[in-house]
């Protein structure tokens, strides 16, 4: 799917923070930081948490691959059976596939995500992975932290640091996943 060339328009009371160039320098940037902290890039597997945090992690290995010429790992990893809020959901949740490098024995995983809120999703993304190995480290990278955090999980790699009120709703939408442009907005409750 192609991104729109129009802008799409915000909902009423909908505040835009990253437009479409702003989210793909904070992108590019992310994937320099990565690249600046992991000298060894072939023992880097970019890993996204669903749904947007996979469309994430491919466009930071497309970033690495054209600025290093090394191809990292992409992967997805599954949160939905470590989540602590199963009891809280009417539908269950989506389930997605766990793609993970053969071995996770020293190599440095990356867990993407779209936006850092409670610490609880980054909590489920390290749990799971645990479940299938140990790998040297997990370092974390989001488009947006907001803060209000639950649990002490703090990003390696931000994107946007964006103070919120607790009511508000970051909206994180990219034109593969969501069929409209690129954007990052807040939502009054």
């Not at 729109?4 to 437009?19: E, F, R, W, Y």
């Not at 867990?111 to 409670?118: A, C, E, K, Q």
């Not at 645990?130 to 990003?155: K, M």
């Amino acid at each position: 799917m192609t991104e729109p060339t129009q802008p799409t328009p915000l909902p009423p009371g909908a505040t835009l923070v990253l437009d479409s160039a702003a989210l793909d320098r904070c992108l590019k940037r992310l994937a320099h930081e990565i690249i600046e902290r992991n000298p060894d890039l072939t023992k880097v597997a970019l890993i996204g948490i669903p749904l947007r945090g996979i469309h994430i992690a491919q466009r930071l290995t497309a970033f690495i691959e054209q600025v290093e010429k090394v191809r990292v790992f992409a992967g997805v990893v599954d949160v939905s059976m470590h989540r602590d809020d199963l009891h809280r959901h009417r539908v269950p949740p989506r389930v997605e596939r766990t793609e993970l490098p053969r071995s996770l024995d020293d190599m440095t995983i990356v867990l993407t995500d779209d936006v850092l809120f409670s610490g609880r999703t980054c909590r489920a993304a390290m749990e799971t992975i645990s479940a299938y190995g140990r790998p040297a480290r997990i370092q974390y990278a989001v488009l947006v932290d907001r803060g209000h955090r639950e649990l002490p999980i703090r990003a390696d790699y931000v994107g946007k640091n964006l103070p919120t009120a607790l009511a508000q709703k970051v909206h994180v939408r990219f034109a593969a996943t969501d069929g409209i442009a690129d954007s990052v907005w807040i939502s009054q409750p």
